[in-house]
């Protein structure tokens, strides 16, 4: 049987990995002269920068990722320093005091009777969760007070590129249902392009094939199912089609279907999934400016949700004895014309969190169109199936639910590997 991945992004790699593993002969074709998509590294000045993610793994060696890389025998070591995740919650920005509550205790800084309906909630919303409403909307209902949005804005932007009342309750709670479960964040050694780079070698070790600079133009189709793919105007059959380039660019390469009353109706959910979008300001510094290997929520930003710092875990993504540090934000659809300012409230943002300290910014990133932060925001993911038969999605265009973007990815995988292979 023969599978034609169509991308080598995370999803991509993962899949072939795992279908070139189970008896599959596989052929990647990726359009760039590089693998990874938005999941591998750039060198700038000795500095492990990004093509997208910041070299975070939402739950660490413990997740859905973690499990699915050594399923298929990838080499990878992902590290977590357990607790590490604040909330910055300043008390005179001006004065710049200010306090890191760990994020298992943020309730800590509400009043009493906000602490005591936090804990109630915590308890009944695992039992009944909240369904037709927003985050924010939920927030609203329950918790009087404007620091809980401000938190939950830092919470969602950074975790997942959106605004809290642009995320459904329901996934936000399948989210956190999957933090209790398998825990917090953690930093591939290598970064992102270790985890890319480790699954390309799985692929060809297992007798895959990995093309690159090989743009796909059309899945073709026959009798309602795939049967291969054009690249530069020459088809290339095919027993299974795997897309990584999410629902929308996967319909756009398929012709003809379009009479079929139930693609129209899939046409219909495909049209529903809303992109998320967001920047990133990279920043070298000579000292530690957060002293840890985990997530620095900032809640009281104007635009940055969250910083990381990710040479405190592997020293290696930046020169010796510098230090890594990466900010991100979310941006609306409708604020995308004015990126430029965006970025700018982010890098004021950033020059009164670190007030007084020394670094430079070598690098700037926005997401959005096709280099989204997600093709699907979470809540809006519609599965990895398609109307047509040997056609699936995967990707973060496809994640499984309540999956923090890669987590989601390896999700949607596993669950299209479920269908593929029993
Ligand atoms: P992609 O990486 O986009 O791969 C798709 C590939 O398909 C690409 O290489 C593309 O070139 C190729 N392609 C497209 N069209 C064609 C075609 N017609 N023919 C052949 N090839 C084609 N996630 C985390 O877990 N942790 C984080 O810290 C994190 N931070 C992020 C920060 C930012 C700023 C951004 C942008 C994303 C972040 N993410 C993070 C999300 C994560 O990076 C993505 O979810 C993930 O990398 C997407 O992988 P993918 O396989 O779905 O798609």
């Known amino acids: 049987m023969k599978a034609i991945v169509i991308g080598s992004g995370l999803g991509g790699l993962l899949s072939a990995a795992k279908l070139s593993g189970s008896g599959y002969e596989v052929e990647v074709f990726e359009r760039l002269p590089i693998t990874g998509g938005r999941f591998t590294n750039i060198d700038i000045k000795g500095y492990q920068l990004s093509t997208g993610a910041l070299h975070m793994i939402p739950h660490g060696p413990t997740g859905p990722l973690a499990q699915l890389l050594r399923e298929v025998n990838a080499d990878v070591t992902i590290e977590r320093e357990d607790g590490m995740a604040f909330m910055r919650i300043f008390e005179d920005i ?4 200010y306090e890191d509550v760990p994020f298992a205790k943020f309730g800590k800084v ?12 915590m308890i009944t919303t695992r039992k009944n969760t909240p369904k037709n ?21 830092a919470f969602c932007g950074w975790a997942l590129s959106l605004k809290a009342e642009d995320v459904p309750a329901e996934e936000v709670f399948e989210i956190f249902e999957n933090l209790y479960r398998y825990g917090g964040p953690g930093v591939p050694i290598g970064g992102c392009k270790a985890v890319t780079d480790a699954l390309a070698d799985v692929v060809r070790n297992n007798g895959g094939t990995i093309h690159t600079e090989k743009e796909v133009t059309e899945i073709i189709t026959e009798d309602g199912k795939a049967i291969g793919v054009i690249i530069d105007g020459k088809q290339h059959p095919a027993d299974l089609v795997i897309s990584n380039i999410g629902h929308h660019y ?16 899939y046409l219909d959910r495909v049209k529903a999934i809303k992109p998320s979008a967001g920047a990133k300001i990279c920043l070298a510094a000579s000292e530690p400016l957060i002293g840890h290997g985990g997530v620095l929520f900032t809640p009281s930003a104007r635009r940055v949700n969250g910083i990381n710092e990710v040479t405190n875990i592997d020293p290696k993504l930046a020169p010796q004895g510098k230090h ?10 409708e604020r995308i014309p004015y990126l430029e300012d965006e970025i700018d409230l982010g890098i004021k943002d950033l020059e009164e969190i670190f007030a007084g300290k020394d670094y430079e910014i070598i690098l700037t990133q926005s997401h959005y169109n096709g280099w989204p932060v997600n093709r699907s925001s979470s809540g809006s993911d519609i599965g990895n199936t398609t109307p047509i038969e040997g056609l699936y999605v995967v990707g973060d265009g496809a994640k499984g639910k309540g999956g923090i973007e890669v987590e989601g990815i ?4 596993k669950n299209t590997m479920n269908l593929i292979l029993g």
């Not at 001006?94 to 005091?97: K, R």
């Not at 009493?112 to 909630?121: E, P, Q």
């Open 94 to 97: 001006g004065n710049n005091i």
């Open 110 to 121: 509400f009043s009493l009777w906000n602490r005591i309906k936090l804990a109630f909630l």
């Open 133 to 153: 409403c927003s985050f924010a909307e939920w927030l609203s209902k329950h918790l009087d007070t404007p620091l809980a949005y401000q938190m939950a804005d």
């Open 250 to 265: 996967t319909n756009d390469l398929c012709k003809g279907e379009e009479t079929d009353a139930e693609y129209q109706k």
């Open 324 to 333: 890594l540090v990466m900010a991100h934000q979310t941006t609306k659809w």
């Open 410 to 413: 390896a999700l949607g995988v």
